[in-house]
């Protein structure tokens, strides 16, 4: 017999177990071959078993060593739960199960901080959805046709000014503008949000940037995608379809130097420039793509050699906001010859509405949008005590930021736009609309482009492999042998789908609050069941 | 829903007038209350054109309050005009104890400055004896301006219409514009500052329907201007957009309806002018009005216009004949007082439509 060791590491500690059936398998190795985190293993089992081979039963015991397959008891190997191997078997034998009595936290820091990459699991709170669009418009004011009616569905991203503010004059009846405006591109409101090449494979980037293309051009639906930090293939940065992409700069500037010798040769401005300064599922951390990920055309991408590529927390040389303004905001505007909107995103923190009237007040009305991001916002990698225990729920930190803006007679200046946990539970369109009621001009959204191309994580702890390069999916991991596993078109597809699909919800919301322009700030079309919800925010409580 | 009517007129009219052209409209309703704004008066007014008049209902107390605010800030009453109650049993009004309608002459210290700081003055001491009224809860004030008197009371139009003996015409009280409206009260508790028309430095607005934008508005307008206050209504919105956009950005009239109802995206990207609209809509994107509604207004000039939402769910028609032209919710108010025009000219205003009639009665008529 053979000693226990106590320290020994068995897959009852880790957070899924393997529950297999000897019985159906049939070894053909399918999910060996697929399980990408090497977590299980062919061995061979030496069993006792029962037999009986003849035409009536006679039952002879017999002791055989038989071919199975067994999980592996190792901590760097831990099956991660992401149901690949149950997928592609062919005989239902295998599956990856949740093990709640697992030590995994205790003993996977034995390298260091427990590092991935997907979102947080420990504040997937859901306010949104104790929030109900209760201000329905029936007899007092009808209603409007969703179908039949037109609906403004557009949202402002640049700087807006005050009336008084225009450079208008009046001669004859007829204003006439005499000065130049801030450039602002009315756009969808929701903004597929900053996922780069890099933390994407090129396949998945290509489907988020083909769904952008047709819904813009087949649809008519101006969406934006945002490159995320690391720049943009240069073809795109010459082609007409740059007009559909905001290009992110970030506190490692990646990708720049490609940006800035394309710029000569670039036919159409992009639609807009995000300074990212911070996350929400790693606020005060800076950028992070390892090693893994960093693959030959990500390295010529960003122009860089393969190696571990972090952004700092910062932008060195930003000591102050007056100073970001100034000087990055400034030198981006300039760039583009003041044509292309510059916006700023920052973690959502408790310090927001400080940034926010700060950035109100800049003397250079130079701040295009302020992009707030939530805890629930999404990562291909970091530490997991920053997704876990870092960060700030969007709900009312948005509002309050609103309400900030309205105390001071400048909401609508600087247009607001919430991320963080946006289609959470799959259902974008609500969630966009109702944040646009509390105050949001927009929304911006990454995750639910990754899960519409099949991405499997969750906020229950599955999967979440992104920071490894062994992402099951294809979707974030360079590794040519897995991208093959995405089917672009399909995946495009999809989102495009999704995305016509949530247009006519947002009509089918607007409809019967009697609204055909977007409701922002809206605040009276919602209730909520939660008293400390509606204090929050402001909104009436009912049950 | 509330009816607004209103009548522009070559002769002065008598409020019976806007009663007649009401009446008919208020089938089913709950008529809960009667209001009017005339302007361009005649009658016991005609000597005081230029004077302002103060527009009061309050208790005694209230009256004294009112007094002395305008005595300790120099202003000389010149005239006073006091309706005698006709206080028969049975009539449906809450009547406040006074009503007083008084012409004053400015205070000495105005008398060489200038046109605009007199229309300063006159919205400070409106909103200050609001405050007073409001605190000690002894009175209302509607207006405070020349050649403006406003009316308004809660109950049954009829009653009330009996109860300050609006019913005989006397000649004493007459306008060559009135703006009225009869309501029908639905979301808001009865108060007297709610019912339209509202008035605000030589702008007069009344509203059938609804403003669901009512929150946005109202959290933009309270920033805007010291004189947009109250918001006991969501037709409130529409009268301090009209003021905003015309006496303080200095905007001409048409500019009006593309903010309160900008045009689609798509058509507007089709016009000449789409630059100018655009700048219009993204930095006044929080007066912009949704729901059903339809506005009847009087601009200083003394041009009457009307115009409704951006998808026509609330009726207005204005038809009239050479001397009075008049704008009715429903055309049964029209054919009561104004039974032999012609209704083949009668116009039924659109979604992108602004009608307004100028002083010599010619009637314009507009697509945003
Ligand atoms: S669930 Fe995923 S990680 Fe776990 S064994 Fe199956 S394929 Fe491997
Ligand atoms: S499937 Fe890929 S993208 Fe999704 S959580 Fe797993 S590793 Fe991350």
Redesign the pocket.
Known sequence: METVRTQDVSVNDLK?K?EYCAERCTMCGS?VA????N??EACISHRSVTVSNAHQPEPVKEHKAIPVIK?VASIANA????????KVCPNHA?K?VRNIDNRFNLLARDHGPIKRGGRTNLNAQRTLDSIIVGRISQMTDPALDSERHTFDIRAPFGRVLLPGELPLISENGQLTLTGKTPPVNWIYPLIFSDMSIGALSTRAWEAVSLATAYLNEKHNLPIRMCSGEGGMPVKLLESEKLKYMILQIASGHFGWNRIIKAMPRMKVDPAGILIKIGQGAKPGDGGLLPAAKVAEHVQAIRGVPKATLSSPPNHQGLYSIEESVQKMHLSLNAAFGFRVPVAIKCAASATSVSVYNNLLRDPYKICGGFFIDGIQGGTGAANEVSLDHTGHPIVSKLRECYLAAVKQGLQGQIPLWAGGGMGLTGNAAADAFKMICLGANGVFVGKILIQLLGCIGNENGRCNACSTGKC?TGICTQDPRLVKRLDVDKGAQNIVDYILALDSEMRKLMAPIGNSSLPVGRSDALVTTDKAIADKLGIQYVC | MCRIGSIKSKVPVHPSKALHLMLPQQEGHDNSGFAMVMQDLYGVFTEYKDKPLLSLACTQRGAQLVEDYMDSHNFVQLAEWIPKPNKQQGLDIKAMPYYIFRNYDYPEQYNDKTQEEREELMLDTRLALRKILEETNEGYVYSFWPDVLTLKEIGDPRDIATYFRLWDDSGMLVAKSIVTQCRQNTNYDIVRYAAHPFFIQGYTLCANGENTFYTKNMEYQKSLHRGYTGFESDSQNFIYTLHYVLRQLKWPIQYYKHVITPLPFAEAEQREDKKVLSVIRQSLGHLEINGPNTIIAVLPSGEMITCCDSKKLRPVVVGGDDTTIAISSEVCGLNAILPNRDMSKDIYPNEREVVVINNDLEVQRWKQ
């Open positions: 899924w393997i999910c697929t399980c990408t985190k977590a299980i999980q099956c991660v739960g992401c149901g690949m191997c149950e295998i990856a099951p």
